[in-house]
């Protein structure tokens, strides 16, 4: 029976060769392995936990505030045009370059709403305003003083407290009347219009009109005393050089930049060079900007989160290897070869890896949908987003898995088990 006993060793020795690990035994052992250590297991996947949620929230807030950003863009932004009188060659021979109609001449376009011109006063350095009059021991305040066409505070969006606006009523007969900031009434404990409190400018009174709570454009209006422009030109004359004059032109959405394209011509046209005309921005370019900055910003910090994710998993699953060396020994021992411990130390840290990305998805979703219900915004995240999320976490999980796995298939039977 020699050749019969020959014959049955090289059998087993084949048998001992054909060795493998089944996808159901790789699942069972994995699973194992996995619970074996619940808490170790969780804190392995707390990584990729706070990566991919980070992930998915920054992916969805970005999408989120950059709707919001041009939703205020083609709110405020859009609309507005500003025409600066550049007196042409020679600004010095030209004080002002806006004709005295500029407002109606503007408005005489298709698509305007509203338009006027203002220029900042010079006043003299002890020139002061204060609610009483000059001697009367009231304390004064540096505040700028700003002549304007009633076409500015309409464009401007006003939001009024007390009182109304000028209008071209006073405007035409150089009424001294002035609008003034909420802010700024308060400092000069003006509370009430029904006694007609005056502001004075040095030693000229304005009787306030209306008090300003806010305004969609040019804020610093609130912090201003807003005079008709013709009774600034009576007293302290016109714009000067150095300080022109501008107009605030406030549009229909979609039609600011053709305005600016006609605005000169409108306002002089024997000397349109005399202006300077800014249109709004390219939405498109700007919203294309703004949205790629928070994007490279926001991907930037969730690919921090996901690398120290992924080192935490890799640490953890080498300090695994560290201690199931006994058991990854007797494994060898029986017949595993080192391939099918790395299959089987990935297979778990990839399940780690899914496992955490889809409890980092529903994270991360769900920030989205609470910050814009504080924020009372729409909520955004794209489809393609939420999708890839999970299979980032177990991409991640698997390249976190990998040099672990082949430490583990690296370990000798005899060495395992002398330790």
Same mark, same amino acid.
């Given at each position: 029976m020699p050749g019969r006993t020959s014959r049955t060793k090289r059998h087993?020795? *084949? $048998?001992a060769d054909r060795s493998r690990l $089944? +996808?159901?035994d790789l699942f069972s052992e994995s699973a194992a392995g996995i619970l074996q250590r619940p808490a170790r297991s969780a804190l392995t996947a707390l990584g990729t936990v706070l990566g991919v949620g980070t992930f998915v929230a920054v992916l969805g807030l970005t999408a989120t505030t950059s709707s919001q950003i041009d939703s205020r863009f083609n709110e405020l932004t859009a609309t507005e045009v500003t025409v600066e009188d550049t007196g042409g060659d020679q600004p010095e021979f030209l004080d002002n370059a806006? +004709? %005295?109609? %500029?407002?109606?001449r503007i408005? %005489? *376009?298709n698509g305007v709403r509203e338009a006027g011109v203002y220029w900042p006063v010079r006043l003299n350095p002890e020139d002061v305003v204060s609610a009483a009059p +000059? !001697? @009367?021991g009231g304390e004064g305040e540096r505040t700028q003083v700003v002549a304007a066409s009633p076409g500015v505070l309409a464009a401007a969006g006003p939001v009024l407290a007390q009182g109304r606006t000028f209008d071209a009523y006073h405007d035409r007969r150089g009424e001294n009347v002035a609008v003034i900031g909420s802010g700024l009434a308060a400092r000069l404990g003006i509370v009430t219009l029904e006694t007609a409190p005056a502001v004075f400018v040095g030693d000229q009174a304005f009787t306030v009109i209306g008090i300003v709570a806010d305004v969609e454009r040019k804020a610093d209006l609130l912090l201003s005393v807003v005079v008709p422009r013709t009774a600034a030109e009576q007293i302290w004359g016109s714009p000067? $050089?150095?300080e022109r004059a501008k107009m605030l032109i406030a549009t229909d959405l979609g039609a600011a930049r053709q305005i600016a394209s006609e605005a000169a011509l409108a306002l002089d046209p024997a000397h349109p060079e005399h202006f300077k005309v800014v249109p709004p921005p390219d939405p498109r370019s700007l919203? !294309?900007?703004v949205t790629s900055d928070l994007n490279d910003l926001f991907m930037l910090l969730a690919g921090i989160c996901l690398v120290i994710g992924a080192v935490g998993i890799a640490n953890t699953t080498l300090v695994a290897v560290l201690e199931r060396t006994g058991e990854i020994g007797l494994r060898r021992a029986l017949g595993a070869r080192g391939r099918h411990i790395t299959v089987q130390f990935l297979a778990e840290s990839g399940a780690l890896g899914a496992l955490g990305g889809l409890i980092g998805t529903s994270l991360g979703t769900v920030t989205v949908v609470a910050m814009a219900v504080l924020r009372d915004w729409t909520p955004v995240i794209h489809p393609a987003t939420v999708v890839a @999320? +999970? %299979?980032i976490g177990l991409v991640t999980g698997l390249l976190a898995g990998l040099y672990p796995a082949w430490r583990a298939s690296r370990i000798q039977p005899a060495e395992a088990l002398r330790r």
């Open positions: 087993r020795v *084949l $048998s $089944s +996808p159901r806006f +004709p %005295a109609d %500029a407002d109606r408005e %005489a *376009l +000059p !001697g @009367a000067e $050089s150095g919203r !294309g900007n @999320a +999970p %299979a």
